[in-house]
């Protein structure tokens, strides 16, 4: 019997946040990306015109909120008006990588809360729902008034430190706020876990001791998101003096701006592990680059909610319920 589809087959479109995910995402569920014509006029607007009608359809919109991060958020919000205003059925906005997330509480006086911004602005602009990977903090779910799935990448970095085969591992969370799932990772890789204990001094924030034992072991550092890499290859060198035999790097965010592909390439790590939630600069040179794609497990969320079934049933402990 054919699977009813209340909203018929989807159609993806993508903006120019992260093509290349949206093309792997279409390859895995068989189907096209939808073309669209998006320009830059010479005063920096943008203009978006679909070559599709979409009518009453299920519409999933990929964006990515990478560098240039401003560029792609009004990109977002103007591709999402012209949906819209086009009459989709139901609009999902796929935003593998979520900007201004660190910003989720007022931690001093008279500053915004712009993660919250971010979702008032999305749902204004036309979604209907929304799916993202590993949110700086769970809570931001709450800032969204429509339902959505906050998706793990940990299973994916957990599956690939499995297959390293490393001699005495242990998982490092490179931030005491990262605890939860760097514990959820080393569940999965059957190793110890230890901390990184990070402090803000002047506004920069410094890595300062080491919780838990590292001496003879590989070391494998997680965190949520690499930007500047500053703070992380400190970490790196704190850990190298306090005995460990090896570093690599996970993260599932990695948006490498400024100077980070030269610290990383000078901190002798032995492999950075990222997911491609964010395109990395091209030409970039880092030793024992490991990208892996959240692109099968995107797609299946997407068929999932096209087909009106259980997202919790795929994803399994993966959601951060």
């Known amino acids: 019997m054919k699977h009813f589809l209340p909203y018929g087959e989807p159609l993806i479109f993508c903006g120019r946040g992260n093509q290349a995910l949206a093309e792997r995402i279409c ?29 009453g359809h299920d519409v999933f919109l990929i964006q990515g909120l990478g560098p240039p991060v401003n560029r792609n958020i009004v990109e977002l919000l103007i591709f999402l008006e012209t949906l819209k205003r086009s009459s989709a059925g139901r609009i999902t906005a796929v935003i593998p ?33 929304y799916i993202t990977v590993d949110l700086h903090a769970g809570q931001i779910q709450g800032f969204f008034n429509i339902p959505g799935d906050e ?21 490092v969370s490179a931030d005491l706020g990262f605890a939860k799932k760097a514990r959820n990772i080393a569940e999965k890789v059957d190793a110890p876990l230890a901390f990184v204990e990070k402090r ?79 395109p ?8 024992n680059l490991t990208v892996l794609s959240v692109a099968p497990l995107l797609a299946g969320v997407i068929d999932r909610t096209n087909k009106a079934e259980s997202v919790g049933a795929f994803v ?3 959601l951060d319920l």
């Open 200 to 278: 803000r001094i002047s506004g920069q924030a410094e890595a300062l001791t080491v919780i838990g034992d590292v001496e003879n072991k590989n070391v494998i550092l997680v965190d949520e998101l690499v930007e500047t890499a500053g703070t992380i290859t400190e970490a790196v060198g704190l850990l190298k003096r306090s005995g460990a035999s090896s570093v690599r790097i996970a993260c599932t965010h990695a948006t490498l701006v400024g100077s980070a592909a030269e610290r990383l390439k000078a901190s002798g790590i032995a492999e950075f592990i990222c997911t491609d939630t964010v």
């Open 27 to 55: 390859a895995e569920l068989g189907l096209p990306l939808a073309q669209t014509e998006i320009t830059d006029f010479p005063n920096e607007n943008i203009f978006v015109q679909l070559h599709k009608s979409v009518r």
């Open 151 to 171: 998706l793990q990448a940990y299973p994916l970095l957990s599956d690939h430190i499995k297959k390293l085969n490393l001699e005495n591992p242990v998982i």
């Open 280 to 287: 990395l600069p091209e030409n970039i040179e880092i030793p």
């Open 97 to 129: 990588f979520y900007a201004y997330a660190r910003s989720d509480k007022k931690d001093k006086p008279r500053v915004p809360i712009t993660a919250r911004l971010m979702a008032d602005l999305i749902v204004t602009a036309g979604a209907d729902r």
């Open 316 to 318: 399994g402990d993966t």
